[in-house]
Each structure stands twice: as structure tokens, then as C-alpha cells.
């Protein structure tokens, strides 16, 4: 798996032992290595095959972790983003994918994860 900060990604395996916090990272894990199997695949929006939303769900469904949460997604956004070598093309695209507005585009400009488990009050 090209893990290109593979000491950071050891501090999160390291301090998420606990079950909620271990489903994020062997979510993660198999996020990375379905881009490891197809490295030159675009990744996309949405729940399609090599989406970001459905490559964390096929994740998701694969290690059978029983549906992880919205933040959990984040979590998981978050650990690829930082840690694999497609991740920047990884955070964009969830970012585009995640955004309410506009605020996606604006993240993207950073290299911030958008969280997912926001809501939208319309009043």
C-alpha cells in the first residue's frame, strides 16, 4: 500500500484500538488498497465503483464492519487523505462530493477534509 507517512499512519493505528475507532482505520486500510488495485482509475464523486462515497462503502461492506457513521466517513476521508499516495486527488474529490455550497471548493484551496456529518437547516 503506498503509504507515504506511514509514521502518522502508525499513530492512528496505534491509538484507535478501541472498536470504533479500529473500524474507521480497517475501513481506511481497504479504502487504500482498492486505490493500490487500480492506481490509474480516476477517482470520482458519488457511490459509483471508484467513487469516494462508494469506495468507503464497498470498504465498508468488504471487512463487514456493519455501516460506519458519517463521521465515521470523515474519520476514514481524513486518514486517506493525509496518509496514501493518491490522497490529495482522494480529499478533493471528497471534498466536491461532501459540500452543502460551495465550501468544497473553498477546502480545496487548503487541505482541509470536509466533515460529513454537518447538517443544512433550511428555515
Known sequence: MPITKLEDWQAWVDNNQDPYGKCCID??????????????????????????SGL?????????????????AGAVATMVSHCHS????????????????????KANEGKGVLNPALLKLLG
Open 56 to 72: 468507503i462503502n464497498r470498504a465498508d461492506e468488504s471487512i463487514k464492519a456493519g455501516g460506519i457513521t458519517g463521521f465515521m
Open 27 to 52: 475501513v481506511a486500510r481497504k479504502v487504500m488498497e482498492f486505490l493500490d488495485e487500480e492506481p490509474n482509475t480516476p477517482i470520482e464523486k458519488g457511490e459509483g465503483h471508484f467513487g469516494v
Open 86 to 105: 493518491r490522497g490529495e486527488e482522494f480529499r478533493k474529490m471528497w471534498n466536491l462530493d461532501t459540500q452543502i455550497g460551495s465550501e468544497g471548493e
